[in-house]
Protein backbone atom coordinates (compact mmCIF):
# COMPACT_ATOMS: atom_id res chain seq x y z
CA UNK A 1 0.00 0.00 0.00
CA UNK A 2 1.84 3.34 -1.29
CA UNK A 3 2.60 5.49 1.92
CA UNK A 4 -0.12 8.46 1.00
CA UNK A 5 -3.03 6.38 1.16
CA UNK A 6 -1.94 4.47 4.25
CA UNK A 7 -1.75 7.78 5.69
CA UNK A 8 -5.35 8.60 4.08
CA UNK A 9 -6.96 5.79 5.49
CA UNK A 10 -5.50 5.96 8.75
CA UNK A 11 -6.80 10.11 9.02
CA UNK A 12 -9.86 8.98 8.13
CA UNK A 13 -10.41 5.67 10.66
CA UNK A 14 -9.32 7.77 13.74
CA UNK A 15 -11.72 11.01 12.64
CA UNK A 16 -14.52 8.41 12.16
CA UNK A 17 -14.18 6.77 15.54
CA UNK A 18 -13.32 10.46 17.54
CA UNK A 19 -16.64 11.51 15.55
CA UNK A 20 -18.79 8.54 17.30
CA UNK A 21 -16.76 9.75 20.61
CA UNK A 22 -17.88 13.02 20.22
CA UNK A 23 -21.64 11.96 19.27
CA UNK A 24 -21.84 10.34 23.58
CA UNK A 25 -19.90 13.20 24.86
CA UNK A 26 -21.37 16.42 22.66
CA UNK A 27 -19.95 19.87 23.35
CA UNK A 28 -23.03 21.46 23.13
CA UNK A 29 -25.86 18.99 23.85
CA UNK A 30 -24.97 16.38 26.13
CA UNK A 31 -22.51 17.98 28.55
CA UNK A 32 -24.99 21.44 28.88
CA UNK A 33 -27.44 18.47 29.81
CA UNK A 34 -25.47 16.98 32.21
CA UNK A 35 -24.31 19.90 34.35
CA UNK A 36 -27.92 21.08 34.22
CA UNK A 37 -28.85 17.73 35.48
CA UNK A 38 -26.08 17.84 38.24
CA UNK A 39 -27.48 21.05 39.46
CA UNK A 40 -25.82 23.50 37.21
CA UNK A 41 -27.15 26.63 36.41
CA UNK A 42 -26.79 29.60 33.66
CA UNK A 43 -22.75 30.37 34.87
CA UNK A 44 -22.35 26.35 35.01
CA UNK A 45 -23.19 26.17 31.16
CA UNK A 46 -20.38 29.18 31.02
CA UNK A 47 -17.85 27.54 32.55
CA UNK A 48 -18.52 24.37 30.73
CA UNK A 49 -18.67 25.76 27.56
CA UNK A 50 -15.45 28.01 28.40
CA UNK A 51 -13.78 24.79 29.74
CA UNK A 52 -14.41 22.51 26.34
CA UNK A 53 -14.15 25.08 23.81
CA UNK A 54 -12.10 28.29 25.21
CA UNK A 55 -9.93 27.89 28.00
CA UNK A 56 -7.42 25.29 26.69
CA UNK A 57 -6.80 27.49 23.90
CA UNK A 58 -5.35 30.08 25.89
CA UNK A 59 -1.81 27.57 27.05
CA UNK A 60 -1.98 26.26 22.99
CA UNK A 61 0.18 28.65 22.62
CA UNK A 62 2.71 26.86 25.48
CA UNK A 63 1.93 23.74 23.85
CA UNK A 64 3.31 24.85 21.04
CA UNK A 65 6.36 26.23 22.06
CA UNK A 66 6.91 22.97 23.36
CA UNK A 67 6.35 20.84 20.35
CA UNK A 68 8.55 23.03 18.14
CA UNK A 69 11.41 21.94 18.94
CA UNK A 70 10.15 18.21 18.55
CA UNK A 71 11.58 16.38 14.98
CA UNK A 72 8.33 14.22 15.41
CA UNK A 73 4.84 14.92 16.75
CA UNK A 74 3.45 11.54 16.55
CA UNK A 75 4.36 10.57 20.38
CA UNK A 76 2.77 13.27 22.01
CA UNK A 77 -0.32 12.96 19.18
CA UNK A 78 -1.13 9.34 21.32
CA UNK A 79 0.04 11.06 24.37
CA UNK A 80 -2.71 13.28 24.16
CA UNK A 81 -5.27 10.99 23.00
CA UNK A 82 -4.73 8.63 25.78
CA UNK A 83 -5.20 10.86 28.55
CA UNK A 84 -8.31 11.92 27.42
CA UNK A 85 -9.40 7.78 26.93
CA UNK A 86 -8.48 8.11 30.55
CA UNK A 87 -10.25 11.14 31.38
CA UNK A 88 -13.77 9.85 29.57
CA UNK A 89 -13.21 6.54 31.37
CA UNK A 90 -12.85 7.98 34.84
CA UNK A 91 -16.30 10.02 34.48
CA UNK A 92 -17.91 7.02 33.81
CA UNK A 93 -16.71 5.56 36.91
CA UNK A 94 -17.30 8.33 38.72
CA UNK A 95 -21.25 8.85 37.77
CA UNK A 96 -21.91 5.82 38.60
CA UNK A 97 -20.59 6.30 42.74
CA UNK A 98 -22.23 8.08 45.28
CA UNK A 99 -20.86 11.80 44.33
CA UNK A 100 -24.03 14.52 44.48
CA UNK A 101 -24.57 17.74 45.01
CA UNK A 102 -21.99 20.61 44.64
CA UNK A 103 -19.22 17.94 44.65
CA UNK A 104 -20.17 16.05 41.56
CA UNK A 105 -20.43 19.28 39.85
CA UNK A 106 -17.05 20.33 40.58
CA UNK A 107 -15.70 16.74 39.55
CA UNK A 108 -17.11 16.76 36.45
CA UNK A 109 -15.49 20.53 35.96
CA UNK A 110 -12.17 18.74 36.42
CA UNK A 111 -12.27 15.81 34.69
CA UNK A 112 -13.62 17.44 31.59
CA UNK A 113 -10.53 20.20 31.70
CA UNK A 114 -8.18 17.09 31.45
CA UNK A 115 -10.29 15.87 28.91
CA UNK A 116 -9.98 19.25 26.87
CA UNK A 117 -6.61 20.57 27.59
CA UNK A 118 -4.89 17.36 26.44
CA UNK A 119 -7.11 17.25 23.38
CA UNK A 120 -5.66 20.76 22.58
CA UNK A 121 -1.96 19.16 23.15
CA UNK A 122 -3.40 16.62 20.85
CA UNK A 123 -4.81 18.74 18.28
CA UNK A 124 -1.69 20.86 17.66
CA UNK A 125 0.18 17.47 16.93
CA UNK A 126 -2.57 16.31 15.03
CA UNK A 127 -2.87 19.93 12.87
CA UNK A 128 0.98 19.38 11.89
CA UNK A 129 1.17 15.43 11.41
CA UNK A 130 -1.93 15.94 9.10
CA UNK A 131 0.46 18.80 6.99
CA UNK A 132 3.46 16.61 6.36
CA UNK A 133 1.91 13.61 5.23
CA UNK A 134 -0.97 14.37 3.38
CA UNK A 135 0.09 16.47 0.19
CA UNK A 136 -2.23 19.80 -0.38
CA UNK A 137 -3.68 18.67 -3.32
CA UNK A 138 -4.99 15.59 -1.49
CA UNK A 139 -6.31 17.53 1.56
CA UNK A 140 -9.60 19.35 0.44
CA UNK A 141 -10.05 15.56 -0.40
CA UNK A 142 -9.15 14.12 2.56
CA UNK A 143 -11.41 16.96 4.71
CA UNK A 144 -14.64 16.23 2.83
CA UNK A 145 -14.00 12.74 3.02
CA UNK A 146 -13.14 12.72 6.91
CA UNK A 147 -16.57 14.41 7.55
CA UNK A 148 -18.93 12.80 5.73
CA UNK A 149 -17.51 9.12 6.71
CA UNK A 150 -17.08 10.71 10.36
CA UNK A 151 -20.95 11.99 9.99
CA UNK A 152 -22.26 8.76 9.10
CA UNK A 153 -20.87 7.56 12.48
CA UNK A 154 -21.79 10.54 14.29
CA UNK A 155 -25.68 10.01 13.14
CA UNK A 156 -24.72 6.17 14.47
CA UNK A 157 -23.46 7.02 17.75
CA UNK A 158 -26.37 10.57 17.98
CA UNK A 159 -29.39 7.42 17.45
CA UNK A 160 -28.21 5.33 19.97
CA UNK A 161 -27.34 8.17 22.96
CA UNK A 162 -30.41 9.47 22.01
CA UNK A 163 -32.01 5.94 23.07
CA UNK A 164 -29.25 5.65 26.08
CA UNK A 165 -30.20 9.37 27.02
CA UNK A 166 -34.20 8.93 26.98
CA UNK A 167 -34.63 5.42 28.40
CA UNK A 168 -31.95 4.51 30.76
CA UNK A 169 -32.57 6.82 34.40
CA UNK A 170 -30.02 9.47 35.06
CA UNK A 171 -27.31 8.82 35.80
CA UNK A 172 -26.46 5.90 34.45
CA UNK A 173 -27.36 6.91 31.21
CA UNK A 174 -24.25 9.67 30.93
CA UNK A 175 -22.03 7.16 32.17
CA UNK A 176 -22.79 4.31 29.78
CA UNK A 177 -22.16 7.38 27.31
CA UNK A 178 -18.71 8.06 29.02
CA UNK A 179 -17.43 4.37 28.64
CA UNK A 180 -18.48 4.11 25.10
CA UNK A 181 -16.87 7.21 24.19
CA UNK A 182 -13.84 6.34 25.85
CA UNK A 183 -13.82 2.57 24.37
CA UNK A 184 -14.19 3.74 21.10
CA UNK A 185 -11.34 6.55 21.10
CA UNK A 186 -8.99 3.81 22.04
CA UNK A 187 -9.78 2.38 19.00
CA UNK A 188 -9.73 5.04 17.00
CA UNK A 189 -6.17 5.81 18.38
CA UNK A 190 -5.09 2.81 16.39
CA UNK A 191 -4.83 4.56 13.12
CA UNK A 192 -1.93 6.96 14.13
CA UNK A 193 -0.18 3.75 15.02
CA UNK A 194 0.07 3.45 11.17
CA UNK A 195 1.29 6.52 9.72
CA UNK A 196 5.18 7.08 9.32
CA UNK A 197 6.25 10.65 10.03
CA UNK A 198 9.42 12.12 8.47
CA UNK A 199 10.94 14.37 10.78
CA UNK A 200 11.14 18.12 10.54
CA UNK A 201 15.32 19.12 10.98
CA UNK A 202 15.18 21.66 13.66
CA UNK A 203 17.74 24.13 12.37
CA UNK A 204 17.23 26.24 15.40
CA UNK A 205 15.05 26.88 18.66
CA UNK A 206 14.93 29.90 20.51
CA UNK A 207 13.14 29.00 23.35
CA UNK A 208 10.05 29.67 25.12
CA UNK A 209 10.08 32.92 26.02
CA UNK A 210 11.70 33.99 22.95
CA UNK A 211 8.62 32.41 20.96
CA UNK A 212 6.80 34.67 23.24
CA UNK A 213 8.19 37.95 22.21
CA UNK A 214 8.49 37.31 18.58
CA UNK A 215 4.60 36.83 18.28
CA UNK A 216 4.12 40.44 17.72
CA UNK A 217 6.28 40.36 15.07
CA UNK A 218 4.60 37.00 13.99
CA UNK A 219 1.43 38.86 13.59
CA UNK A 220 2.98 42.01 11.72
CA UNK A 221 4.59 40.42 8.93
CA UNK A 222 1.60 38.25 8.08
CA UNK A 223 -1.59 39.53 8.01
CA UNK A 224 -3.27 36.49 6.72
CA UNK A 225 -2.69 34.96 10.88
CA UNK A 226 -4.35 38.53 11.81
CA UNK A 227 -6.98 38.29 9.53
CA UNK A 228 -7.69 34.42 10.34
CA UNK A 229 -7.88 35.11 14.10
CA UNK A 230 -10.06 38.33 14.24
CA UNK A 231 -12.23 35.78 11.76
CA UNK A 232 -12.74 32.80 13.83
CA UNK A 233 -12.81 35.44 17.03
CA UNK A 234 -16.10 36.88 15.14
CA UNK A 235 -18.14 33.73 14.19
CA UNK A 236 -16.89 32.21 17.47
CA UNK A 237 -19.82 33.99 18.48
CA UNK A 238 -22.07 31.13 16.75
CA UNK A 239 -19.94 28.26 18.62
CA UNK A 240 -20.29 29.36 22.16
CA UNK A 241 -23.97 30.11 21.84
CA UNK A 242 -24.83 26.29 21.04
CA UNK A 243 -25.06 25.59 24.84
CA UNK A 244 -27.10 28.25 25.41
CA UNK A 245 -29.61 26.70 23.07
CA UNK A 246 -29.98 24.46 25.28
CA UNK A 247 -29.92 27.00 28.30
CA UNK A 248 -32.98 28.65 26.32
CA UNK A 249 -34.80 25.31 25.83
CA UNK A 250 -34.86 24.53 29.87
CA UNK A 251 -36.08 28.14 30.75
CA UNK A 252 -38.95 27.51 27.78
CA UNK A 253 -40.05 23.95 27.84
CA UNK A 254 -38.10 22.54 30.54
CA UNK A 255 -35.21 19.90 29.63
CA UNK A 256 -36.08 16.38 29.67
CA UNK A 257 -34.33 13.67 28.26
CA UNK A 258 -36.28 13.14 25.46
CA UNK A 259 -35.85 16.50 24.52
CA UNK A 260 -31.77 16.60 24.79
CA UNK A 261 -32.08 13.11 22.87
CA UNK A 262 -34.02 15.08 19.92
CA UNK A 263 -31.77 17.91 20.17
CA UNK A 264 -28.67 15.90 19.80
CA UNK A 265 -30.04 13.28 17.21
CA UNK A 266 -31.15 16.18 15.23
CA UNK A 267 -28.00 17.92 15.40
CA UNK A 268 -26.04 14.93 13.80
CA UNK A 269 -28.50 14.36 11.36
CA UNK A 270 -27.44 17.92 10.26
CA UNK A 271 -23.62 17.32 10.61
CA UNK A 272 -24.63 14.01 8.36
CA UNK A 273 -26.37 15.65 5.91
CA UNK A 274 -24.84 18.89 4.99
CA UNK A 275 -21.19 17.04 5.09
CA UNK A 276 -22.40 15.47 1.15
CA UNK A 277 -23.04 19.31 0.33
CA UNK A 278 -19.83 20.78 2.39
CA UNK A 279 -17.51 17.68 0.79
CA UNK A 280 -18.38 19.19 -2.72
CA UNK A 281 -18.37 22.26 -2.53
CA UNK A 282 -15.23 22.23 -0.78
CA UNK A 283 -13.77 20.39 -3.73
CA UNK A 284 -14.93 23.01 -5.57
CA UNK A 285 -14.23 26.11 -4.15
CA UNK A 286 -12.18 25.73 -1.48
CA UNK A 287 -11.90 26.43 2.63
CA UNK A 288 -11.70 29.94 1.80
CA UNK A 289 -15.43 30.06 -0.01
CA UNK A 290 -16.67 27.48 2.46
CA UNK A 291 -16.40 29.19 5.19
CA UNK A 292 -17.63 32.19 3.82
CA UNK A 293 -20.79 30.24 3.39
CA UNK A 294 -20.51 29.20 6.98
CA UNK A 295 -20.20 32.62 8.09
CA UNK A 296 -23.52 34.02 6.37
CA UNK A 297 -25.31 30.59 7.54
CA UNK A 298 -24.24 30.63 10.73
CA UNK A 299 -24.80 34.17 11.57
CA UNK A 300 -28.99 34.01 10.77
CA UNK A 301 -28.87 31.29 13.67
CA UNK A 302 -28.92 33.10 17.17
CA UNK A 303 -31.92 35.86 15.68
CA UNK A 304 -33.75 32.32 14.43
CA UNK A 305 -33.40 30.38 17.51
CA UNK A 306 -35.40 33.32 18.97
CA UNK A 307 -38.48 33.53 16.55
CA UNK A 308 -38.67 29.30 16.53
CA UNK A 309 -38.35 29.33 20.84
CA UNK A 310 -41.94 30.80 20.28
CA UNK A 311 -42.69 27.98 18.28
CA UNK A 312 -43.11 25.23 20.48
CA UNK A 313 -40.23 22.84 21.34
CA UNK A 314 -40.99 20.73 18.48
CA UNK A 315 -39.97 23.77 16.23
CA UNK A 316 -37.45 24.72 18.45
CA UNK A 317 -35.33 21.39 18.04
CA UNK A 318 -34.81 22.37 14.53
CA UNK A 319 -32.59 24.94 15.65
CA UNK A 320 -30.05 22.00 16.44
CA UNK A 321 -30.45 20.33 13.22
CA UNK A 322 -29.29 23.62 11.68
CA UNK A 323 -26.14 24.20 14.36
CA UNK A 324 -25.42 20.44 12.85
CA UNK A 325 -25.28 22.44 9.35
CA UNK A 326 -23.24 25.31 10.31
CA UNK A 327 -20.82 23.07 12.44
CA UNK A 328 -20.43 20.77 9.25
CA UNK A 329 -18.90 23.21 7.25
CA UNK A 330 -16.68 25.12 10.14
CA UNK A 331 -15.15 21.53 11.38
CA UNK A 332 -13.93 20.97 7.40
CA UNK A 333 -12.79 24.98 6.55
CA UNK A 334 -11.34 26.05 10.05
CA UNK A 335 -8.47 23.49 10.43
CA UNK A 336 -7.42 23.19 6.17
CA UNK A 337 -7.76 27.39 6.28
CA UNK A 338 -4.88 27.44 8.61
CA UNK A 339 -3.16 24.46 6.88
CA UNK A 340 -3.02 26.47 3.81
CA UNK A 341 -1.86 30.03 5.66
CA UNK A 342 0.91 28.15 6.99
CA UNK A 343 3.83 26.02 6.75
CA UNK A 344 6.05 22.85 8.04
CA UNK A 345 8.06 25.07 10.25
CA UNK A 346 5.23 27.39 11.16
CA UNK A 347 2.46 25.56 11.32
CA UNK A 348 2.59 24.00 15.44
CA UNK A 349 3.63 27.90 16.24
CA UNK A 350 0.72 29.25 13.93
CA UNK A 351 -2.01 26.95 15.99
CA UNK A 352 -0.96 28.01 18.93
CA UNK A 353 -1.14 31.66 18.24
CA UNK A 354 -4.44 31.55 16.40
CA UNK A 355 -5.44 29.48 20.00
CA UNK A 356 -4.20 31.95 22.07
CA UNK A 357 -5.71 34.76 20.72
CA UNK A 358 -8.73 33.61 20.30
CA UNK A 359 -10.15 35.64 23.28
CA UNK A 360 -13.95 35.07 22.19
CA UNK A 361 -14.40 31.64 22.63
CA UNK A 362 -11.89 31.19 25.35
CA UNK A 363 -13.41 33.57 27.62
CA UNK A 364 -16.94 35.17 27.23
CA UNK A 365 -18.95 31.91 27.89
CA UNK A 366 -17.39 32.59 31.50
CA UNK A 367 -19.69 36.09 31.34
CA UNK A 368 -22.12 34.77 28.51
CA UNK A 369 -24.71 33.30 31.25
CA UNK A 370 -24.35 36.37 33.29
CA UNK A 371 -24.86 38.57 30.45
CA UNK A 372 -28.13 36.49 29.43
CA UNK A 373 -30.06 37.00 33.11
CA UNK A 374 -28.58 40.79 33.02
CA UNK A 375 -29.78 41.72 29.94
CA UNK A 376 -31.48 38.99 28.36
CA UNK A 377 -31.51 36.44 25.65
CA UNK A 378 -32.83 38.62 22.75
CA UNK A 379 -29.72 41.00 23.16
CA UNK A 380 -26.69 38.87 23.53
CA UNK A 381 -28.29 36.50 20.66
CA UNK A 382 -28.98 39.74 18.34
CA UNK A 383 -25.22 41.26 18.65
CA UNK A 384 -24.00 37.68 18.27
CA UNK A 385 -25.75 37.72 15.02
CA UNK A 386 -24.17 40.68 14.32
CA UNK A 387 -20.27 39.98 15.24
CA UNK A 388 -20.53 36.87 12.82
CA UNK A 389 -21.71 38.62 9.82
CA UNK A 390 -18.93 40.96 10.42
CA UNK A 391 -15.99 38.16 10.64
CA UNK A 392 -16.64 37.85 7.09
CA UNK A 393 -15.20 41.42 6.07
CA UNK A 394 -11.92 39.58 7.47
CA UNK A 395 -11.96 36.32 6.11
CA UNK A 396 -12.30 38.05 2.39
CA UNK A 397 -8.75 39.77 2.94
CA UNK A 398 -6.97 36.26 3.64
CA UNK A 399 -4.73 35.36 0.38
CA UNK A 400 -3.90 32.00 -0.49
CA UNK A 401 -1.84 30.71 -2.53
CA UNK A 402 -2.96 27.74 -5.03
CA UNK A 403 -0.85 24.54 -4.66
Same mark, same amino acid.
Given at each position: ????????????????? $???????????????? $?????????????????????????????????????????????????????? $??????? %????????????? *????????? =?? #????????? !??????? @??????? =?????????????????????????? &???????????????????? #?????????????????????????????????? !??????????????????? %?????????????? /??? +???????????????????????????????????????????????????????????????? /???? @?????????????? +??????????????????????? *???????????? *???? *???????????? #???? $???????? &?
Amino acid at each position: MRKEKRHFIAFVWHASF $LALTMAFVEVNTVLPS $LVLKAGGNSFSIGLITAITTGIPLLVQIIFAGLLMSRPRKKPFLLLGIYLRVLA $LAFMGFM %LKSSLTGRILLVM *IFLVISVFS =FS #GVFAGICYT !DLLGKTI @AGKSRRK =FMAFRQIVGSLLSFGGGFLARMIVSK &VPYPNNYSVMFFVAAISLAI #GSLGFWLIHEPPVKIISYPGFWKILKSIPATLKK !DSNLRNYIMFSNLTGFGLI %LIPFYVLLAKKTYG /LSG +ENVGNFLFLQMIGILVAGFFWGSYLQRRGFKKLLYVCALFGGTLPVLSLFLSKAGVNFYALIFL /LTGI @ALSARKMGFEGLLI +EISNNENRALYTGISGAFNIVIS *ILPLIMGALIDF *IGFE *IVFSLSSFSIFS #GILY $LRRIRIVE &V
